[in-house]
């Protein structure tokens, strides 16, 4: 699983050579450790007139103790101060160039039209340089459909292109994404800003989500347990992307239901054992594995918080070559068994208040993959889910989302051919592979309680790949 | 004491022209310009022979033997020998603070009539001896015998020939005030276009002071010199723009056309009860309404160093119920372009009127029109304690000359972290 070129290129010889010759530098990207800060630097905050978001941002900047920067403009320095933020004045014009941000965040929800876009080249412009290692990009808009006239909604339909730009320039480990906030969701902004701004998306760039208004407050939560008090069920939990799912939702404070076929029902509870979880073990594929699935959780936990869908199978051939046992099997396992587990646990109340479904789809299953007609068909549908589902999940006051990871370092990967693999790996914005924390961080941010204001949203977990982007 | 508080009217002042360190009064002494200053106060208002209730002034370069400096300036003058005097020191502050001091006490009804001074010279400053010497030579005094007396000579070293020159810097950062204003520009993001636009403004108001003939009552020649020394009347931004930073290193934006230079002169205030003031048939121009110092921690919570104002002039706002805005005009001491630049800054930011100065809003902003209108410190120079007699009288005239119910705010930062700053209203 190690990736031989990075530690290669971080070397000091290493370092000259790849520069010298233009190749790809891989830095180690800095992932997050209990008990550190949101994070660690200087956070430039800026705002485009006549925005909505700027109050709430500087609330959450308040709340995670961040030093924060902004120029010298009304709407920044109005936004801190009521948030009892003891901001620094950041002057690009007078600025020295040692002077770099960990996170630049801009609300650009006020621009109105294509030529108020200039708001967010003038704030980035003199800035984007001044990103650290690791750093942040992220711009906050308004959702072009909750837009007021076809001139707001085209220009915040631009900040994609502009913010999946910057994800592509900003080097060393920097990530930029972009936030669409709904009317009123302003105060559902918390999660995801403290997710994006923490090394917990690590590998997540790119990426543009929409976060809709909630009446799931998440009032007195412990951001270090969020999940504390909370019952999570994990699917194909003994090991890879599953068991660090595990592990994450059992650092927030979950109890673990691990889930695994009997064949690896060692490995699960040696797994699930470490955490102080428990174990079910039932191929999620029988005819009657929703419903014992569903009894399971209602005698003995009163319902389930929190849903992960991550077992799931490739059995890769290209379509004249594969066979049916094949193409039922993982149609079967990732996305029939999701949808009966889904229906069950809804019709029978089993999923409590606040809570969270979060499926494994895949970069696949948007781009689609040549021997993978059968897997990107299941990934497909697993987005086409979680969308279709949503309104009604909502109406039970809970929420579905999808991540969907890229080039994730697992035995699955190592396996591979040397070349895919090493294509796989550089063929994006970080220059490397995911790790199998980088999709539990972002399911547990999904899993949040303070998470409601994203339903039916899908996020790439691949270091803004190539593909499929 | 009396219950009675009475208003104490500024009826005027004068100075002499601010001069260049090693210039023009190069070898005029502290007592020299504060005499003369006195003079030409005399003079004006026909003091001769006047006892007045008292004289108080100050400066920072002082002489050890000038422990009674404004006593003896006052024995030397045609006032009435009876007149009191004492000297006092507060930074740059010091001109003001005499000011506020003798306006007090005549609110109070403890003197009528009294003089507010001020003076300084970089030029003739005192030296001190080398601390080691110093030791040896109060050791030497201290010896009983020809032996002790020999064996402290023996600790004379050639090395504490060096003597000890005041330097312009904080004692506890060790950095020079320049120094520290420069960390100020720097935090508060302040261009250098800005500070030399606010330096070239200065230039132009101060030579339309002098070409209208403002100051012809305000100012008195003194060793040949007749108008300030630093005022550059043809200055330009194009001009400033040419000049290397001095403070803040390379990337720095502050340089010696947008610092005060160092200098040398005096100035004089004369403040009276109306009463006393009728009686000697001199108008009121202006009344000190109220004043406030305030002060800063730049030690350890590394607060600008010549940030205190901001702090002083909210206090001042609300208890006079006033905004920022409810004057006619702004006399902000230049000590640097920056400083200013910082205080307009700070009064407009949101965050710093609520961290640091526990406002629900910010001050808002002053209108740069009706700042230094007749110049600051930048053209006219800055003898520390000499600063507050000249914005005083001037800031006195204008008000008189505006009329009644126009209103003046003077702030001054100074050193060691302080501020003082005062509300004057025309008579």
């Known amino acids: 699983m190690s990736d031989r070129y990075q530690q290669l290129v971080n070397t000091p010889i290493g370092k000259i050579v790849s520069k010298q010759i233009g190749l790809p530098a891989p830095v180690k990207l800095e992932r997050y450790e209990r008990g550190q800060p949101v994070i660690d630097g200087p956070v430039l905050f800026g705002s485009a007139p006549g925005g909505r978001l700027a109050g709430a941002i500087a609330q959450v900047l308040s709340g995670i103790d961040a030093e924060v920067h902004t120029a010298l403009e009304d709407e920044a320095r109005t936004a801190a101060a009521d948030a009892g933020l003891d901001a620094q004045v950041f002057n690009a014009e007078t600025a020295t160039e040692d002077q770099r941000f960990k996170a630049l965040v801009f609300d650009a929800s006020g621009i109105a039209d294509s030529t108020q876009l200039s708001a967010a080249y003038a704030f980035f412009h003199p800035t984007i340089r001044r990103v650290k290692t690791s750093g942040r990009v992220i711009v906050l808009g308004t959702p072009p459909d909750d837009a007021n006239t076809p001139r707001q909604a085209t220009a915040q339909r631009a900040l994609e292109g502009f913010v999946r730009s910057i994800g592509k320039e900003v080097r060393k480990g920097a990530t930029a994404q972009l936030i669409y906030v709904g009317q009123k969701a302003e105060d559902q902004i918390e999660s995801t800003l403290r997710f994006y701004l923490s090394p917990k998306s690590a590998y997540v760039s790119g990426q543009v989500v929409q976060i809709a208004a909630g009446d799931q407050a998440a009032d007195g939560i412990d951001w270090e347990h969020p999940q504390a008090g909370r019952f999570a069920l994990v699917t194909g939990a003994s090991r890879g992307i599953g068991r660090a799912i595990a592990q994450v939702l059992a650092r927030d404070g979950a109890h673990v239901i691990g889930l695994d076929v009997p064949a690896l029902q060692r490995e699960l509870e040696e797994t699930i054992g470490e955490l102080g979880g428990s174990t079910l073990v039932l191929d999620i594929t029988d005819d009657d594995a929703p419903q014992r699935i569903a009894d399971h959780v209602l005698t003995n936990h009163g319902g389930v918080d929190v849903v992960v869908h991550n077992a799931g199978v490739t059995r890769d051939k290209t379509l004249g070559r594969m066979s049916d046992e094949q193409w039922d099997m993982v149609l079967g396992i990732n996305l029939t068994a999701q949808e009966r587990i889904n229906e069950e646990l809804l019709a029978r109340q089993a999923l409590n208040e606040n809570g969270r479904i979060v499926c494994v789809s895949s970069m696949s299953g948007i781009a689609g993959n040549a021997g993978q007609t059968n897997y990107a068909a299941s990934k497909a549908g697993v987005i086409g889910m979680v969308h279709a589902m949503a309104p009604e999940v909502a109406s039970k006051r809970a929420t579905i989302n999808a991540v969907a990871p890229g080039f994730i370092e697992t035995q699955m990967t190592a396996a591979m051919p040397i070349a895919t693999r090493e294509a796989g790996r550089r063929m994006n914005s970080l220059a490397q592979g995911g790790l199998p924390v980088d999709v539990a961080e972002t399911i547990a941010w999904y899993a949040n309680p303070a998470s409601g204001g994203l339903n039916g949203t899908v996020v790439r977990v691949c270091g803004q790949s190539l593909v499929g982007a | ?427």
């Not at chain 2, 312009?168 to 261009?191: C, D, F, Q, Y």
């Not at chain 2, 009706?370 to 120079?381: C, V, W």
């Not at chain 2, 507050?388 to 008000?399: E, W």
């Not at chain 2, 705010?409 to 100074?414: F, H, K, R, Y």
């Open chain 2, 1 to 427: 004491m009396n219950a009675n508080v009475r208003r104490a009217a500024v009826l005027g002042g004068i100075r002499i022209p601010f001069a260049r360190q090693n210039g023009p009064y190069a070898r005029a002494s502290n007592q020299d310009m504060m005499t003369a200053t006195l003079e030409a106060l005399i003079s004006k208002f026909e003091l001769a022979n006047e006892a007045l209730g008292e004289v108080a002034a100050g400066g920072v370069l002082k002489h050890s033997r000038d422990f009674n400096l404004t006593r003896e300036c006052v024995l030397g003058t045609r006032l009435d020998p009876h007149t009191p005097a004492y000297d006092i020191q507060q930074a740059c502050g010091t001109g003001l603070e005499a000011t506020i001091l003798v306006a007090s006490k005549i609110a109070l009804g403890q003197v009528d009539s009294a003089v507010a001074g001020g003076f300084d010279t970089t030029s003739d400053a005192p030296i001190a001896v080398n601390e080691d010497l110093r030791q040896v030579l109060l050791e030497l005094n201290r010896s009983k015998s020809n032996a002790a007396r020999l064996k402290a000579l023996t600790k004379l070293r050639p090395q504490q020939i060096v003597p000890q020159i005041p330097r312009n810097a904080e004692p506890r950062t060790g950095l020079s005030m320049g120094e520290h204003a420069a960390i100020m520009a720097k935090e508060w993001g302040v261009t250098r276009e800005e500070q030399d636009e606010l330096t070239v403004a200065s230039h132009r108001n101060l030579a339309a002071a002098y070409d209208t003939g403002f100051l012809d009552d305000l100012v008195t020649p003194f060793l040949g010199l007749e108008r300030d020394q630093n005022l550059r009347p043809d200055t330009s931004v194009e001009k400033l723009a040419k000049l290397k930073p001095v403070f803040g290193g390379e990337e720095g934006t502050m340089t010696a056309g947008n610092s005060t230079p160092l200098s040398d002169g005096a100035s004089a205030v004369l403040l009276a009860s109306e009463d006393w003031a009728a009686e000697h048939n001199l108008p009121v121009q202006a009344y000190i309404v109220d004043a406030q110092t305030a002060a800063v921690d730049h030690v350890h919570a590394r607060e600008g160093l010549l940030m205190a104002p901001t702090y002083a002039v909210p206090k001042l706002l609300g208890r006079n119920n006033l905004s920022l805005q409810d004057f006619d005009f702004y006399e902000i001491h230049e000590a640097f372009a920056a400083q200013v630049l910082c205080t307009f800054k700070a009064w407009e930011d949101p965050v710093y009127c609520k961290e640091k100065l526990g406002l629900d809003a910010p001050l808002g902003s002053v209108d740069r029109d009706k700042l230094n209108t007749h110049g600051g410190s930048l053209a006219a120079g800055h003898p520390f304690g000499a600063t507050g007699g000249r914005i005083v009288a001037g800031l006195a005239k204008m008000l008189a000359e505006k009329g009644s119910g126009s209103r003046g705010l003077i702030s001054i930062c100074a050193a060691g972290g302080l501020g003082v700053t005062a509300i004057m209203e025309a008579a």
